[in-house]
T-cell receptor, first 114, second 111 residues
């Protein structure tokens, strides 16, 4: 079945440093979504990418969707302590649509040292 | 909007007991999902419903797990009998478009 692999599993950065997490799918994705989960919290939707090569920005966060629509990345510029949490990518499961089952990556746990 | 509401937030139960988790999706959302999250296995989709009808339950681990959605505003996930390996955070989520909204989760500990 479809797999969504995410690396790294953990990332420790000093406040002010940049951070990037990568997501790779074994199959072409119709879209990819990113979620953030704070410690002890629940996943919160950040963004969806749909087009090949798409780049979207949210303040210090930059999201990219690969040309082949099989990989994606999330880059945070100048991390802050508020960025702490786990970042997940998710793609539609096999046979799924945007509204259907999502396959989540294992997530990247980001810790930021002040 | 109150968001996706789950109860209980925390439950500690003894092995062999029945556990019922409840979920109220966001009004108007026609998809409802049950996820389980553990350190070892990450976020796993257990089952999802569309317009109250179960569409895919391939993620349900065993016959001990069952889920129902009797109406558009209520769903349950039941574990009977519960086992220690069922300890996890169970999330309910709903959507009616591209964005999935998660509830705050039910933290289940089976001792």
């Amino acid at each position: 079945g479809q797999q969504v692999m995410q690396i790294p599993q953990y990332q420790h950065v000093q406040e002010g440093e940049d951070f990037t997490t990568y997501c790779n799918s074994s199959t072409t994705l119709s879209n990819i979504q990113w979620y953030k989960q704070r410690p002890g919290g629940h996943p919160v939707f950040l963004i969806q990418l749909v087009k090949s090569g798409e780049v979207k920005k949210q303040k210090r966060l930059t999201f990219q969707f690969g040309e082949a629509k099989k990989n994606s990345s999330l880059h945070i510029t100048a991390t802050q302590t508020t960025d702490v949490g786990t970042y997940f990518c998710a793609g539609p499961g096999a046979g799924g649509t945007s509204y259907g089952k999502l396959t989540f990556g294992q997530g990247t746990i980001l810790t930021v040292h002040p | 909007d109150a968001g996706v509401i789950q109860s209980p937030r925390h439950e500690v139960t003894e092995m062999g007991q029945e556990v019922t988790l409840r979920c109220k999706p966001i009004s108007g959302h026609d998809y409802l999902f049950w996820y389980r999250q553990t350190m070892m296995r990450g976020l796993e989709l257990l089952i999802y419903f569309n317009n109250n009808v179960p569409i895919d339950d391939s993620g349900m681990p065993e016959d001990r797990f069952s889920a129902k959605m009797p109406n558009a505003s209520f769903s349950t996930l039941k574990i009977q009998p519960s086992e220690p390996r069922d300890s996890a955070v169970y999330f309910c989520a709903s959507n009616s478009g591209n964005t999935i909204y998660f509830g705050e989760g039910s933290w289940l500990t089976v001792v």
